[in-house]
């Protein structure tokens, strides 16, 4: 869609069956085409004010997934503990975020160990199980890593906060050319959202998933739209803390949307439950409209994805036969 000179993009997602979207706003940089994330609405700038500083008094939170002990978290807890308390709004969406990572992760290998078993015609498994970490290839997200991620969260809100005082304002036209939010050089820290395979500097492949966090080196992508990133915190088997990576821009961009896009998720978690389970009274908890209406998510999203599931399911069996055949022809 079109609005006010700028050109806006709507990708809908399907997380377990559920169906949803988000709004981007597009822009172009280098010569290729970038996203940024749109909120559907903005809090009044009261209510990001009181999530941007600290609350009157430390809160302490019992998150719901810490007392139920959910498989993912008994999975990634060596690697992922919540905070015993919160000084501010930004410190417990930090830990929002991360959870909310990391469960996204144990899905992912869920679901890709579900096709496996299909593709091979057994059964799935009544329960996942993940590869066992390597315990020298994992080590614990630090308090340290969290306090940087936290004000990155911070800049965020700041923001958001910004966007809320003009959200009624006619936004400006689109420029030709845009540098991507994810190479701001006030923001190097990016918490990985999905799973990327990366080359290291010296040629050799690893694996990043959700939850592992990368600290961008390089302000100026090379002529590969690549940048310099090294890894801070991972886990399992991926690559290994300290690794320098080449990763894609597009790929930070992506990133830094989801970190925005798990941040108004987890302010929505606050205001709507202001005041209750543990949590400080918001003192503003109204909207308003964002650029855009937040469009319905497409109707045949899901059907669309089994069929590609299927044809990506027959393709690995036509090439398992080759292989196969290839192998008895050469006996």
Known sequence: MARGGRTYVQRTYVINNVRYTRVYRSYYYRGRPYYGYVPPFYYHPVFYGWAYNPWRAPVYYRWPWFVARPPWYLYWGPYFAPAPYYPSAAFWLTDFLLAGSLEAAYEAGREAQANAQAQAYQPPPETYQPPPPQEQGTSQITPELKDAIAEEVRAQLAAEQQGASTAAQQPAASSAEATPAALDPAQRLFVVSSNLTLSSVDGQDCELTPGDIINRLDDSPDNNNQVRVSVSSSKGNDCRVGSTLLAQVSDLQDMHNHLREQMDSGLKTLADNSGK??????????????????????????????????????????????????GQNYQ
Do not use: F, K, R, Y
């Open 277 to 326: 389970g543990g949590l400080p009274a918001a003192p503003d908890t109204g909207t308003t409209a964002g650029e855009v209406p937040l469009p319905s998510p497409d109707a045949n999203a899901n059907s669309a994805l089994q069929a590609q599931q299927q044809e990506a399911n027959q393709t690995e069996t036509q090439i398992q036969q080759e292989a196969a055949q290839e």
